[in-house]
T-cell receptor, first 111, second 114 residues
Framework: SQQGEEDPQALSIQEGENATMNCSYK?????LQWYRQNSGRGLVHLIL?????REKHSGRLRVTLDTSKKSSSLLITASRAADTASYFC???????????FGTGTRLTVIP | NAGVTQTPKFQVLKTGQSMTLQCAQD?????MYWYRQDPGMGLRLIYY???????DKGEVPNGYNVSRLNKREFSLRLESAAPSQTSVYFC?????????????FGDGTRLSIL
């Protein structure tokens, strides 16, 4: 399976702290994407990083990609209670029509 | 903006019954997807349609069929439901499949098979 794995499976932090979650994958990729899923809802796209990029920012989000280690990290700075959700990485290999999703990290931000 | 709409939101079936899950998108996207989400497994692709008139198997297609009715609609059918198909089903769409375009998801159908 090309499915990625997120680490940790669950993370609980205080509001205002930073949250870091990691994703490892198995095959060479074209791009890696991060999605958020609130309880009972569908996934929402957060950010995409291409294989030739090493770091990308979007608001309070910072994503890094290390293709030599086949890993990525998502950093959420100054977390808010509204950031409480599950976060998934998804990879797309070159020429593939579909994404492969990881197993997710459940983030709880305590007010 | 409706985005991706799935119906029904909840359904309980008995083993052996059949049903069709409906999905429609209003973003003029070419590609559509069906996933299932099980605890601890992440999302797994069942079938996808890269463009109108085409469908292809994903990672877990057994026990399912799909129809790309038109550019907007992509349905998933369980011909003879089994308890192992109890899951949350998500439909998604993207502008094109083999690109860097993100996927847009519906809110899911929660299906229980007794």
């Amino acid at each position: 399976s090309q499915q990625g794995e997120e680490d940790p499976q669950a993370l609980s932090i205080q509001e205002g702290e930073n949250a870091t979650m990691n994703c490892s994958y198995k095959t060479s990729i074209n791009n890696l994407q991060w999605y958020r899923q609130n309880s009972g809802r569908g996934l929402v796209h957060l950010i995409l990083i291409r294989s030739n990029e090493r770091e990308k920012h979007s608001g309070r989000l910072r994503v890094t990609l290390d293709t030599s280690k086949k890993s990525s990290s998502l950093l959420i700075t100054a977390s808010r209670a509204a950031d409480t959700a599950s976060y998934f990485c998804a990879t797309r290999t070159t020429g593939a029509n579909n994404l492969f999703f990881g197993t997710g990290t459940r983030l709880t931000v305590i007010p | 903006n409706a985005g991706v709409t799935q119906t029904p939101k909840f359904q309980v079936l008995k083993t052996g019954q059949s049903m069709t899950l409906q999905c429609a998108q209003d973003m003029n996207h070419n590609s559509m997807y069906w996933y299932r989400q099980d605890p601890g497994m992440g999302l797994r692709l069942i079938y996808y349609s890269a463009s109108e008139g085409t469908t292809d198997k994903g990672e877990v297609p057994n026990g399912y069929n799909v129809s790309r009715l038109n550019k907007r609609e992509f349905s998933l059918r369980l011909e003879s439901a089994a308890p192992s198909q109890t899951s949350v089903y998500f439909c998604a769409s993207s502008e094109w499949a083999a690109t860097n375009q993100p996927q847009h998801f519906g809110d899911g159908t929660r299906l229980s098979i007794l």
